[in-house]
């Protein structure tokens, strides 16, 4: 009996002793578990950490977030987790967990951006998974991603797409975009403005609606590079606005593709060009009025010139004749009178005469000597009266001008006449002529 007793005892510690062992064998794989665990969560390529929603405090946290932050472990697991957020961020987050205690439905991820312990903050992706006690989540692991680069890269992307959009749509000229089958996909309001059109009258509708016959086989030329010219150039069109009204555009056109090259559409550039088609054609309107004025004026310049050309041989047919009659009817009888026994006063009248006679001759006469051409009217009054004798002080009471005057003709004679350096007397040089 007590044998049996010490052989019941025996088993039992030695399952006892089992029992020790295989706990401490899974306690010392749990431990290495563990460790294999604490060193992958880490050394993660991603921040992880752990938040007690209910107590708003953090439970654990790994390398990668508290290098990124610039925080020791202890100090922040000391932070509350609104205090690492940016005051938007932060109304974000409380918004979340409203709704999350609340029982409603809130998704797994969310940007928010975070406060660095160095200044300046940086933008974050949290995927959040929630433990729960039955209905109620009171933990939640997050993993992080920096998505900084990419957030910033995005705001600056949003920043150029608004200053583009307000730099199209306050432009001067228009800018229209189609697809692939001439539709209209947007227009900037100076197209509106142009045309009186609202947007949604366009958006969709196909250019071709807005052209007459003429116009649509111009546009569909130069779009599709036909006709002998490259496409894509730009090319005048006219199109009509919604009242009607005809509007003359230069349109500079570009292709849009897609990744693989292909043509998806395209976009224009639209000038309007509208008034200075107008006065380009008042202009040239006015230029063929002032050639037809021109050419009325040059006839009747013409006809003015033909009629003075014949006024001219008229008058100077009636000077000839004039001179003529002097010489063949007066000159005879001067001559016949200066031999009639006349007394010396009557011979100085009637010298005074023919000196008179002789310079109106001489003003008239058209068949002088080709040197005489060279000589002023008055200078040839001069000449004829030197020809006949007269002194410079007779010359100057004949013509009623100074004797000062007299002599300065003559010089002027004897210049024009190549007398300047010779003795030759002017009387018989002009008597010779």
Known sequence: MLKRRRLSTAVRRGAAHRRIARLEEENRRLGESEARFRSLFNRASVGMYEVDLVRHRML??????????????????ALPPMDLLTPESAGRFRRRIANLLAGQEVGPQVELEVRLKAGGTCWTQLEVRFIRDGDNAWRAAVAVHDIDARHRAQARLEASERRFRTLVETMREGLAIMDAQGRLTYVNDRILELGGFVREELLGQPVLDLLEQSNRLIFQRELTGTGGREAMRPYRLEWDGRSGNRIVS???????RDDQGQVCGSFAVVTDITDLTRAEEALRRREQELRERNADLEETNTALRVLLAEREEDRTAIEQRLVDSIRQLLEPQLERLASSGLNDRQKGYLSSVDVTLQALCASLDHTLPPRFLKLTPSEIEVAH??????????????LNISPRTADMHRLSIRRKLGLEDRRTSLRTFLAGM
């Open 60 to 77: 654990e946290v790994n390398d990668y977030i508290l290098e990124r932050t610039g925080y020791s472990r202890e100090e922040f697991l």
């Open 250 to 256: 230069i349109i500079s056109p570009s292709l849009i």
């Open 385 to 398: 009266l030197v020809r006949h004798g007269k002194t410079t002080k007779e010359i100057a009471r004949v």
